[in-house]
């Protein structure tokens, strides 16, 4: 995936300026796409000279006029396009697990507070998916069509959250057992 669908995706739902889609984009796509603000606005760039964005100039009188973006058909034909298209799986790139595969060179208590601090920051994540959930699909009844696919992405991230809680317990274990238990 590039950066451009990710960014194309946050503008389906409403036009925005450019601060507005990075802190949007840092409370939805951006749990699963890293990008600075610098790269989306870059993008952003890129995506207006291509015709996949309209620009609307703003004018403010107590602020710098500000420019709101709008997704055009060609950005979102763009989006289709890729959608269609197969991804591969994303390679793992983590380095709590480099760390634990040479874990052998250091003391084990080092390597235990990696891996708690690692499950207290995915528990937080996980609270995070919750309160999320709690606020935008309190009934799931009659949810919009493309409500659906959102509260698909949200179970994701949660069941993701739920797998490292669930490894992290098993590698503490592991560590300070010294050994795996037996089969």
Request: aromatic share 10%; net charge neutral.
């Amino acid at each position: 995936m590039a950066l451009s669908h990710a960014i194309l995706v946050s503008l389906l739902d409403q036009p925005c300026s450019g601060y507005d889609l990075a802190k949007r984009f840092d409370g939805s796509v951006g749990f699963f796409w890293d990008a600075s603000h610098q790269q989306i606005y870059r993008e952003l760039s890129k995506l207006e000279a291509k015709g996949a964005l309209r620009v609307e100039k703003v004018m403010q009188d107590s602020r710098p006029n500000k420019k709101l973006y709008y997704l055009t058909d060609i950005g979102e034909q763009i989006f289709k396009d890729w959608v269609v298209e197969p991804c591969d799986i994303s390679p793992i790139i983590d380095d709590l697990l480099v760390k634990l595969f040479g874990g052998h060179l250091i003391p084990s208590d080092k390597l235990l507070a990696e891996l708690e601090s690692h499950r207290q920051r995915h528990q937080n994540r996980l609270e995070e998916y919750k309160a999320i959930k709690q606020k935008f699909f309190p009934n799931l009844e009659n949810v919009p069509r493309q409500r659906v696919f959102q509260y698909i992405t949200l179970r994701s991230g949660i069941r993701y959250e739920i797998g490292w809680l669930n490894w992290c317990d098993e590698a503490i274990a592991y560590v300070k057992a010294g050994e795996l238990p037996p089969a």
